[in-house]
């Protein structure tokens, strides 16, 4: 295998490890008396100050997964509360002073630009930004959007006698029992309406110390803020806002359509809402595996053949044991892949239990996971620190590239189609979900001081214009407007969302590709990919042989090819 390997330290002890902020401190005063007196001198400087960044990215990453895996373990609760309140507000005073050293250093000028630009346009809004009085309320911060998991991974539902998780209850939303799919839905969303009121009020913090670190940094309002906290140098709230009108004008008469088509086909005088996910032929569900084993086994065979770099990766994974898959009892909702700087092995974390979508969340973890290990040969951490944007771009391409294999995961015909029309129909349909979120985000922080009814009437506004018009929710109106508290990145990682629509419109032209050259398509592909940071966002889409481009006569031009492609397997 040619999988790099982890790092070897040369600033840090070898056998360093963290349990006091003493033992850090020292690295960090070297680094800031160190003299710098020529460009070589500043790149070693550099080379340094990341090695500590590595570290501690990867310290943190284990508290923060080690957490998630076992939200019963109050030690492991303390082990990430002592890295967010003991070292995160320490390290952040330091490492601005850190910046401020780079930026005032005589050779930065030296720095070759096509690799270091981006990084110090990135790091001068950083100094520009930071506050000390921020310090406290984004450590409160850290530690509250924390809540979130932990709330819903104590939600369970009995069905059929069996106590289970909400991940594993919603398999049933696409049995073919109407009546087992509404009683899911019922219990499901009942045990959601029960911390209705504690989710609000850990919203209504979270937003009141966000809009703090805001107005502490100078900002009308904390949106404006995250656009620069997020480095999103390459585009505008206004693109968002033409990102939603052209999904608004261009893909819901595509989505009307598929109501149309599911109301006839299931023969209904009108959808409830657990109808959205049962087979319209009548099957019961995609079962693609049936444990975490057999899923890592066979998305291995599907990436060797799309490429043996793609297979070595999850191979090196499995062997490490850098993988986390199956849901169970105390452990958090959701899944990610993480990156380790230092082991240069992402980790990838997911609550599967046997579904379809479990599946496609592997690819999509999986494409996270060829990102980090195509660009660990990249010298510094910043430089491997993708935007959102680009990094959804290698998991949702790995989504769509992928489907030509998914014979490994179906053995049937029918179900292979099957699996790639949920597929094509789930990234049309994933488009307004990530519309209204954003949309929603938006409204938020321009209004600081809405009151929960105003959040509520905002929520229905916004979620009418990206909403079908053949579901009724006679009888759950509650639950559909309190839709907006099942999705976790409101609560911990504010305006992380938008990027998953950009990255979708970004992997359906990556798919095209494919169709037309694969050969070339992967070959650019990996070329965007191992470009980690070191080019904007556009540059690197790119390289990839695709536009960054949300104008109505584009995103209708890929909708269009994937309704074509949905026709060709209907």
Known sequence: MHIPPTITRSFLPQLFTLTAWDQLQPYFDQLLIREINSVTDLKKWLEDK???????EEDMAWRYIKMNINTKDEGLQQSFNFFVTEISPKVSPLNNKLEKKLLDSQFINQLEKDTYFIMIRGIKKSVELFRDENIPIQTRLEQKSQEYGAIAANM?????????????????????NRSLRQEAFEKINTRRLEDKDTLNSLYTELIADRNQVAFNADYKNYRDYMFDAMGRFDYSPQDCFDFHKSIEQVLMPYIHQLELERKKALNLTFLRPWDKSVDLTGKQPLKPFDSGDELLDKSIRVF????????????????RKYLDLESKDGKAPGGFNYPLYESGIPFIYMNAVGTFRDMVTMMHEGGHAVHSFLMHNLPLVDLQSTPSE???LASMSMELISMDYWNVFFESEGDLNRAKIEQLEGVLQTLPWVATIDNFQHWIYQNPTHTLKDRYDAWGRINSKFSGTLTDWNGWEEAKSNTWQRQLHLYEVPFYYIEYGMAQLGAIAVWRNYKMNPSKAIADFKSSLKLGYTKSIGDIYETAGIKFDFSPEYVKELIDFVWSELAKLK
């Not at 990341?50 to 501690?56: C, I, N, T, V, W």
């Not at 369970?156 to 398999?171: C, Y």
């Open 304 to 319: 060797n053949q799309i490429d043996p770099y793609f297979g070595d990766c999850l191979i090196t994974m499995r062997d």
């Open 156 to 176: 369970s539902v009995e069905i059929q006698g069996v106590k289970m998780t909400l991940q594993r209850a919603a398999k049933f939303y696409e049995n073919t």
């Open 390 to 392: 680009v990094a959804e």
């Open 50 to 56: 990341s090695e500590l960044d590595a570290f501690l």
